[in-house]
């Protein structure tokens, strides 16, 4: 453990602020840092988990921003970067003991502190719960794995609140290109959801893209949050497992052939995917149906939570895909529960709601919205079996239409004006 004074050199470079100096706190996500202000207010914990290089540091400076403007002082911020190799052997509680040292903080004087990467400091579970517990203190700590949660084994159960940081919406991809275009410049909006779909959401491949910053990316997520934290001994495996996923997405997937391609058991594709879950690589979305059963063991869809990973690993086609996985991250921004719809190998992409308000959501990335065409038999067939649909939205390419299919009203809406609703 390094001793105090040799640290402070990097606690005040970690920490500008203490010194009244300006920081880079990048481009503005206030859908984030408007709920963890109010979180704030709480006495709670509050969590922020994503995928590396998706934005929860730069989320921690913009929300270290607001309350330096309206609720804190200077020198009662703390901010550690837990990876840093200075920082990282030591614990929470000895940093705490620093800090109040620097600035001769009484114990009853209320801190702000920010952990960055906290499972990169040992017994951080026990740590964190002891400081919430015993110290006057609002925390905000972030990690790049939704294992975390897990691997503190209720520790922390009533005391935290966590919030998920999602690569970048088509919104946010308009505010990072500087682009706010008019009613009069719609025509523009259909080929910038197409460079969305290909380049994704991480902010900074959106901000200089390059295949070779996501193989990068990719790569250490893989070695970093999967092969170290499990141990995974056929890492060549794994590799080729996310290629497939990738390959499939928007398709009902077979554990089972999966599990025969790479010649591995179903139960090691199983917990595959769920490694790739936590690290925010992929998500599955179950069956739309009431029987429980049904939903447990019937096949899968899985999407990847950034469709910029899909053509790494796919290329530049398959923009339907591309967009159906836009949809789905749409949905799982806005907390929505949804779940596709299968009947005679016929199926809906989409379903929102209950049973007695289903809302069908069908993705068709083109320009043809002929309701005669075979391609709409899967929404069709859900019509006719749930009659009670009073709506239906069909996701195209281009094109804004509106017509009467009894019992529900269709609604097409291109892709750019889906996304930014």
């Known amino acids: 453990m390094l001793p105090v004074i040799a640290m402070e050199e990097t606690y005040y470079a970690l920490n500008p602020w203490w010194e009244g100096k300006d920081f880079d706190s990048g481009i503005p996500r206030p859908e984030y840092t408007s709920k963890l202000s109010k979180l704030l207010k709480r006495k709670q914990i509050n969590v922020i988990i994503g995928s590396r290089r998706v934005g929860k540091t730069t989320v921690l400076k913009q929300l270290i921003k607001d309350e330096l403007k309206h609720e804190y002082l200077a020198n009662t911020i703390l901010y550690l970067a837990l990876d840093h ?4 052997a030591t614990p929470l509680s000895e940093h705490l003991r620093n800090f109040r040292k620097t600035f001769n903080h009484s114990r009853d004087r209320q801190l702000l502190l920010f952990f960055d990467e906290i499972q990169e400091s040992p017994s951080w ?13 609002k925390i ?9 949660l897990k691997t503190q084994g209720g520790k922390l159960t009533g005391r935290q609140n966590v919030t998920t940081i999602y690569p970048l919406s088509f919104r946010e991809f308009l505010s990072f290109k500087k682009l706010e275009l008019s009613l009069a410049e719609e025509y523009r909006y259909e080929s910038l959801a197409e460079e969305y779909l290909q380049t994704g959401g991480y902010p900074e491949n959106v901000l200089m893209p390059s295949p070779e910053y996501l193989a990068n990316l990719l790569e250490d ?24 996923l990738a390959a499939s997405v928007g398709s009902r997937t077979s554990f089972s052939k999966l599990a025969r391609a790479l010649g591995i058991s179903v139960d090691t594709v199983r917990e595959y995917i769920g490694y790739f879950e936590t690290a925010f690589l992929v998500k599955p979305m179950e069956k739309w149906t009431t029987s429980y059963t049904e939903k447990v063991y019937a096949a899968k869809k899985m999407y990847l939570l950034d469709t910029g990973l899909k053509t790494l690993v796919t290329g530049k086609g398959d923009l339907g895909a591309k967009a159906e996985n836009a949809v789905f991250l749409h949905f799982l921004r806005k907390n929505e529960t949804c779940g596709y719809f299968a009947k005679h190998q016929k199926e809906v992409d ?6 007695e308000r289903p809302l069908p959501v069908e993705v068709k990335y083109d320009s043809d919205l002929d309701w005669q065409n075979r391609r709409f038999s899967g929404l069709k067939i859900f019509l006719k079996e749930f009659p009670q649909t009073k709506e239906a ?21 291109p892709l750019w004006k889906f996304l930014l609703d």
Do not use: M
Not at 125 to 137: A, Q, T, Y
Not at 393 to 413: D, R
């Open 221 to 244: 997520i893989i070695a970093r949050d999967l092969l170290r934290l499990f141990q995974i001994r056929r890492a060549d495996v794994l590799r080729d497992l996310f290629r497939l």
């Open 350 to 355: 989409f379903v929102l709601g209950s049973i």
């Open 393 to 413: 939205i069909v996701v195209s390419k281009s094109g804004h239409i509106e017509f009467q299919e009894k019992p529900a009203i269709i609604k097409a809406i």
């Open 140 to 148: 905000v700590s972030t990690g790049s794995t939704s294992s975390l």
């Open 125 to 137: 579970e026990s740590e964190l719960k002891s400081i919430f517990d015993l110290e006057n203190v």
């Open 85 to 88: 190799p200075q920082l990282s």
